[in-house]
């Protein structure tokens, strides 16, 4: 099973500002995924990214979200400005087309980010 | 997108079998059923997919009737440290152009008591 990593585990900030989010799968993926989870509820789509540039968006992600993967290696999520709102666990997830029996619907997930904002 | 329905929580014992049953009455040829597990705090992990009939790995079993149109995920001998959220997800295998975004709903709240 790939391995996935998120840093920080925890993250507290002031509203307002910006905070970036890093993911650090363990192999070589192409496909990668950020979700997030507000507390007591669902598991959300924000973002895919494929061969190095954002192939699906939901309608969470707006402008000020923003992802890149700078070095080949992390994959981060970027909110410039953050809200309350957006206090939440966000989860990275990687699909890797090369295992066998893997679809779209297998995904790796790591073990998130826990974001506060004050 | 199929219409996903599964009970929003079920008790069980410890040793006990549990069967959690998806309903998915308009899945499409292309889609495959896929469930996962979540921990508190944790994030989803992958359990088992299947497209029909019977699928059985290390940790559970995934029983697909003829039609499809439902699904059961059966967890043999559970234990408390099975105590976790399980989301049955319906999507295409191909995606067309889609790089599948997983949509999760919210699950079945499986308890174990001892």
């Known amino acids: 099973e790939p391995e996935v990593t998120q840093t920080p585990s925890h993250q507290v900030t002031q509203m307002g500002q910006e905070v970036i989010l890093r993911c650090v799968p363990i192999?070589?993926?192409?496909?990668f995924y950020w979700y997030r989870q507000i507390l007591g509820q669902k598991v959300e789509f924000l973002v895919s990214f494929y061969n190095n540039e954002i192939s699906e968006k939901s309608e969470i992600f707006d402008d000020q979200f923003s992802v890149e993967r700078p070095d080949g290696s992390n994959f981060t999520l970027k909110i410039r400005s953050t809200k309350l709102e957006d206090s939440a666990m966000y989860f990275c997830?990687?699909?890797?087309?090369?295992?066998?029996?893997?679809?779209?619907?297998?995904?790796?997930f790591g073990p998130g980010t826990r974001l506060t904002v004050l | 997108l199929a219409k996903i329905t599964q009970p929003i929580s079920m008790d069980s014992y410890e040793g006990q079998e549990v069967n959690i049953t998806c309903s998915h009455n308009?899945?499409?040829?292309?889609?495959?059923i896929t469930w996962y597990q979540q921990f508190p705090s944790q994030g989803p992990r992958f359990i088992i997919q299947?497209?029909?009939t019977k699928v059985t790995n290390e940790v559970a079993s995934l029983f697909i009737p003829a039609d499809r149109k439902s699904s059961t995920l059966s967890l043999p001998r559970v234990s408390l440290s099975d105590t976790a959220v399980y989301y049955c997800l319906v999507g295409d295998m191909y995606n067309g152009g889609s790089q599948g975004n997983l949509i999760f709903g919210k699950g079945t709240k499986l308890s174990v008591k001892p």
């Open positions: 997830a990687i699909r890797d087309p090369g295992l066998a029996g893997s679809t779209s619907d297998t995904q790796y």
């Open positions: 299947g497209y029909k």
């Open positions: 192999s070589n993926h192409l496909y």
């Open positions: 308009n899945i499409a040829t292309n889609d495959y």
